[in-house]
């Protein structure tokens, strides 16, 4: 689309025709409320631009619809510079686009550019830029242009990897982010009808050329995956899948409804009491459990990081009795009397020594697992091994021969000596650990594999013993694998 606003000196104009052709009757009515309530109390509205057809649409319709907040507008624009002159581009389209319509812009780049590309880690550069424009600004609402190809993009991408009802229930129309309070009035329309609009009253947007790349999932599912499903379907799927997410996210209410209430019952002062806890329902038990975390955690951080553990909790609960289990870096739950509690570390948890038995995870405090296993030594895995495509970090593969039984685990001790495939010379265990840079935690925390002999056999980050070395004339071979205990 040709994106010159050159000849747009009446864009307000043309915001108003799009106005005409989709008022506020047919914006989803939940956001839609939150604005005519005008809930930003006088404070600076946010508009994230991206100068997309989607962005550019909703930046449009709310300048329109909103007149007398005009003021108090600013448009968000992040340039993540990954796409050299079409970024820059991009970022001069919008800020010509804000001139034209006399708003306030706000537009920033990375210090360092990154290199990591993942959908993730630009998600978090935008949401940090958002928070910083929250404190410098005051904003404490911004509006987004999802619509409703969005939301079946996001359930097609989330169910591969598991999710719940919350997950699928995503982009909400409206949610919150960090105490920002992110709305999306326009998640009933389509992408289609979006540009459909715009080409009608010649209104130019910016095209992301990356969108037509497949290194990015969602990038497949949208050019792939849902033309097929929509031309598969027997009746109109995106009103079908708009209408599913409706209906989910009226269930979802009403479990977070029910588990206010068993929180409630369940809670002891900053204590859960178990037994009653394990009485509800599964999906009640994880929403009790988030509840709590949230209450008895001193910050947002560390809320965002723990109560993806409840699930884990559960699954503890369900396989075995435990009396402490680690869930972060200096977060652990334990269970005494008959009550279940949340706190916070002081202190490094060292290893006792510990016996490992073949086939059975056991459960480290600091929230990793250990794993020892018997594998067939066949073709494939030799290639693994003796090409190096074993990460040291999290799985070693050992031959029996140097194993009489399973082996044990403990912490480092004083004069501790390790021989790792590959070295010249055996060297003391603390030095290597200096020599990695560990942390005191790290060094104490990061289990010692030694055999019944108490040589050491593997230290995660460190290949085998050299003494453990595989070789083609085995049969067999041990395989210890170290890892998060929620993978």
Known sequence: MNDSLGLLKDLPQRANQLLDIWPKEKWHHRALEILEKGYHKGKPLGIACSGGADST???????????????????????????????????????????????????????????????????????????????EKDISTIIQGHHLDDIAETLLWRIPRGTSVDGLISPKPISQIDNINILRPFISITKDLIREFLREY??????????LEDKYLRNKIRQSVLPVWKESSDRKLLQGVESTRDLLEKDSEALDFHAHESFRRCRSGEQLKTELLMRLPEATQRRVLQKWIVENTDSERDSAKLVPKAKLLI???????????????????????????????????????LATVEDCPLFLANGM????????????????????????????????????????????LSG?????????????????????????????????????????VWIPGFPPAEFTKVTPTDKWVIRLTYGYSGT
Request: charged share 30%; with cysteine.
């Open 57 to 135: 649409f909703c930046l449009l319709l709310i300048y329109a619809a909103f007149p007398k907040w005009r003021k108090q507008m600013i448009l968000l624009h992040y340039n993540h510079q990954l796409r050299g002159l079409e970024s820059d581009g991009d970022e001069s389209f919008v800020s010509t686009m804000s001139k034209a319509l006399g708003l306030s812009c706000v537009i920033e780049k990375p210090l360092v550019r990154t290199h990591k590309l993942d959908e993730n880690t630009l998600r978090v550069l935008r949401l940090n830029f958002w928070k910083k424009v929250k404190k």
């Open 202 to 211: 010649s209104v130019p947007w910016r095209e992301d050329s990356s969108n």
């Open 315 to 353: 699954e503890v609960f369900q396989k075995k009795e435990f009396s402490v289990i680690q869930i972060s870096d200096r977060h652990f739950f334990y269970k005494r009397g008959g009550y279940l509690y949340l706190k916070a570390k002081n202190s490094i948890m060292y290893i006792p020594q």
């Open 369 to 412: 697992k250990i794993l020892i296993e018997q594998e067939k030594l066949g073709k494939d895995l030799i290639d693994q091994i003796f090409k190096k495509k074993i990460n040291p970090e999290r799985e070693a593969y050992l031959s029996t021969k140097s194993l009489k039984g399973s082996p044990f685990i403990r912490s480092r």
């Open 416 to 456: 501790d000596i390790f021989k790792p495939m590959g070295s010249p010379g055996s060297k003391k265990v603390s030095d290597l650990m200096i020599d990695r840079k560990w942390s005191e935690s790290q060094k104490v925390e990061t289990p010692v594999f030694v055999n019944s002999s108490n040589e050491i």
